[in-house]
């Protein structure tokens, strides 16, 4: 297996039947929650940073030659937007010095991970607009911006359990 090819799929993880962008998802929050509970919220968004461009590279590697430009395997996008998505709660406990947020406050992640696979699936707008460029950078960037309407979503629906946003 090439090096893109070990990337794009997150090392395997595309081929997972059914659904491999979901299986995708469940493995980015595992990896997602992991990463902030032991290094912290800063490792987290520098992860996120880092896997964008990664997930860029490693995607147009991989269909450079295919017609294909968004094949089913490919799921380094859904660890990109995923984590997008997680970066909103995560960031809200951390501004307010929380140590292990994940555990005390699991609807969190829970809302990231189902708001993520909602805007992934439906593809509202822009997400869908990107998603219909059929090229690898529309491969990315639809679960880019469904990564950040999942984040912006779950800070509401936080809001509205808690009495936030009541009048």
């Known amino acids: 297996m090439t090096l893109p090819r070990l990337i794009a799929t997150v090392f395997g993880t595309g081929y997972l039947r059914p659904a491999p962008g979901t299986w995708g998802s469940a493995v980015a929050i595992v990896a997602g929650v992991a990463i902030d509970h032991v290094l912290g919220f800063p490792a987290l968004l520098v992860a996120t940073l880092a896997v964008i461009p990664l997930g860029y590279w490693a995607t147009a590697r991989m269909v450079a030659d295919s017609p294909d430009k968004d094949p089913s395997e490919i799921v380094i996008d859904e660890v990109a937007g995923q984590w997008i998505a997680l970066l909103f709660p995560a960031a809200a406990f951390w501004m307010r010095g929380m140590e292990q947020w994940w555990l005390a406050a699991y609807p969190g992640w829970v809302a990231a991970f189902l708001f993520f696979r909602l805007f992934d699936i439906w593809k509202p707008g822009p997400v869908g607009r990107a998603d219909r460029r059929g090229d690898a950078s529309g491969t990315m960037?639809?679960?880019?911006?469904?990564?950040?309407?999942?984040?912006v979503a779950t800070l509401i629906?936080?809001?509205?359990?808690?009495?936030?946003?009541?009048t």
Do not use: N, R, S
């Open 141 to 151: 960037e639809d679960d880019l911006w469904a990564g950040l309407f999942a984040g």
């Open 157 to 166: 629906a936080a809001g509205i359990a808690h009495g936030i946003m009541a």
